[in-house]
Structure formats: C-alpha cells, structure tokens
C-alpha cells in the first residue's frame, strides 16, 4: 500500500538519497578530526572526495540534473540551498593543507556547520517520524564525528599509533552518540514500522559503538598495549565505528522513512449527536 491511512514507506528518497549522508557525514567528520588533531594533506582530501561521492549521488537522483543550480534560490527557508551554499567551504578547507595554508582548527568549522545543515534537512521533514524528531539533529553530527574519527584512526594505523588525544576526541563522539540513540529512539514510540528496521540496524548500531568505546578506553591505559597490538586495534576501532554508522544512516533514509499516515479520530454518523 503506498497512500491509506495507515503508515506508508516513502519513494522519494532512496540509497542515493542516503549516500549523501552517509558520504556527507563521514566526509565531513574526518575533515574536523584532520583540522582538529592534524593529518596529512591527503587526509582531508579523502574527507572532501566522500562529501563529493555524497553531493554527486543526489545530483543522480534528481530527474533533471541540469536544473540542480535550482537547489541555490532557497537560502531563507531550505537547508539543502544551505548544505549547498556551505559545500564549496568544505572542499575549501579541505585543499588548504594541500596548498600549504594552514587553518589550524578553524579548519573544522565548515565541515560541522555540513554536518548541522544534514541533520536539519532530516529535521524539515515533517511527515515522517523518525526524522522530524529534534534529537535527530545532534544525532547525526555526533555520527558523523565518530565516523570522521573512526576514519582518522584508520588511515593514521599505516603511519603509526595515534597519540592520547585523538583517541579521547573520538570516544567523546562515541559517547555523544551513544547517548542519543536511545532517548532519540523512545520519542518513536508512535512509529511502529520505523522502529522494526530502526532496531534491526540499532543492534549493529550499538555494537559499533560500544567496541569502539572499549578500544579507546584500552589504548588510554597506562602502559599502552604493545606497537603492533595497539595499531590492530586502532584499526578495527575505526573502521568499526565509521560501518556502523553508515548502516545507521542508510537504514534511517531508505527503511525507516514511513510516513505517520492520517487518522479519522472520530467518525462521523448520520443522526447522531457527537460526545462531548
């Protein structure tokens, strides 16, 4: 059933609707830990190539991509005009290492007002659960960040093991978005089907996180494990928190997107009188 009064999927958005979020957010996440911690020029370029992937595959789904300019004429009431006015920042703050212009922190400030605009675009859509709910907001840039430091962690085992701070930026992350997802998930109360497939993708959600969570915490020992042991689990916990996320963002857009529906709370009957 795609129209009734029950609860319906929605059609608009699909896998490519939810490749820029997922490309988008981590994209994003990984330019703020390289401006935030440091990182070679090519890791933020990494960054900026995923937020690209992610901008490219929305422009694939538009049925006339040559109207995508049409996206920049709404500034003043659509934040995907604003997540398009910001991108250009993005990539810009992602270059400037490569071009020897060094930002220092400042560096992180587009690619979180990139993550802000992606959370508030899920936010606008006011027919469908389990993205109008205001937590989904901080949810998506805690996301994203765990995902942008799983992704540093990752690339920066082939040079070595990161130092303390990083590692503690990331497990702040890790925590942010572990809080959310359950008071975020229990204002869904009212969206039964979401929930089916948002628990589903919740359980690896979870565990994405928690193991992670666990890494940061063994590698801020003292003493640190061994060179080799402490690479291997700077590894998994990177490329752990940043899978888990992406399958909560594509589970989130294309199979928890139902529509609250409409009801007919009281029917009306012919003769006879209403209750007050």
Same mark, same amino acid.
């Given at each position: 059933?795609?129209?009734?009064?029950?609860?319906?999927?929605?059609?608009?958005?699909?896998?490519?609707?939810?490749?820029?979020?997922?490309?988008?957010?981590? /994209?994003? !996440?990984?330019?703020?830990?390289?401006?935030?911690?440091? $990182?070679? @020029?090519?890791?933020?370029?990494?960054?900026? &190539?995923? =937020?690209?992937?992610?901008?490219?595959? +929305?422009?694939?789904?538009? !049925?006339?991509? *040559?109207?995508?300019?049409?996206?920049?004429?709404?500034?003043?009431?659509?934040?995907?005009?604003?997540?398009?006015? +910001?991108?250009?920042?993005?990539?810009?703050?992602?270059?400037?290492?490569?071009?020897? #212009?060094?930002?220092?922190?400042? !560096?992180? #400030?587009?690619?979180?007002?990139?993550?802000?605009?992606? /959370?508030?675009?899920?936010?606008? @859509?006011? !027919?469908?659960?389990?993205?109008?709910?205001?937590?989904? #907001?901080?949810? #998506?840039?805690?996301?994203?960040? @765990?995902?942008?430091?799983?992704?540093?962690?990752?690339? /920066?085992?082939?040079?070595?093991?990161?130092?303390?701070?990083?590692?503690? /930026?990331?497990?702040?992350?890790?925590?942010?978005?572990?809080?959310?997802?359950?008071?975020?998930?229990?204002? *869904?109360?009212?969206?039964?089907?979401?929930? +089916? &497939?948002?628990?589903?993708?919740?359980?690896?959600?979870?565990?994405?996180?928690?193991?992670?969570? $666990? &890494? $940061?915490? =063994?590698?801020?020992?003292?003493?640190?494990?061994?060179?080799?042991?402490?690479?291997? %689990?700077?590894?998994?916990?990177? @490329? %752990?928190?940043? &899978?888990?996320?992406?399958?909560?963002?594509?589970?989130?857009?294309?199979?928890?997107?139902?529509?609250?529906?409409?009801?007919? =709370?009281?029917?009306? =009957?012919?003769?006879?009188?209403?209750?007050?």
């Amino acid at each position: 059933m795609t129209y009734g009064p029950n609860p319906w999927h929605q059609t608009n958005w699909d896998w490519r609707a939810a490749a820029n979020f997922m490309g988008g957010g981590a /994209g994003a !996440g990984l330019i703020a830990f390289a401006a935030l911690f440091g $990182a070679p @020029a090519w890791v933020s370029l990494a960054g900026a &190539a995923l =937020v690209g992937l992610g901008l490219l595959a +929305v422009w694939f789904e538009i !049925g006339r991509p *040559l109207r995508a300019i049409n996206v920049l004429k709404n500034p003043n009431t659509s934040w995907m005009t604003r997540e398009a006015m +910001v991108a250009p920042f993005v990539f810009a703050a992602a270059a400037a290492p490569w071009f020897g #212009v060094p930002l220092g922190a400042a !560096g992180a #400030v587009p690619a979180l007002a990139y993550l802000y605009c992606q /959370g508030r675009i899920l936010n606008a @859509a006011r !027919g469908i659960p389990a993205w109008r709910e205001p937590l989904v #907001v901080p949810l #998506v840039i805690a996301t994203g960040l @765990a995902e942008g430091g799983g992704l540093w962690l990752l690339f /920066g085992a082939s040079a070595g093991a990161a130092p303390l701070a990083p590692w503690l /930026g990331f497990a702040l992350a890790l925590i942010a978005r572990l809080a959310l997802w359950p008071a975020w998930r229990r204002r *869904l109360a009212s969206a039964p089907r979401a929930l +089916v &497939a948002i628990d589903a993708a919740g359980r690896w959600f979870k565990a994405a996180t928690l193991l992670p969570l $666990a &890494a $940061a915490l =063994v590698a801020a020992m003292a003493p640190p494990p061994s060179g080799a042991a402490l690479l291997a %689990l700077q590894g998994a916990a990177g @490329a %752990l928190a940043f &899978a888990g996320g992406l399958w909560f963002k594509f589970t989130l857009v294309t199979r928890g997107a139902y529509n609250q529906g409409f009801a007919i =709370v009281h029917l009306p =009957v012919r003769g006879v009188r209403r209750s007050r």
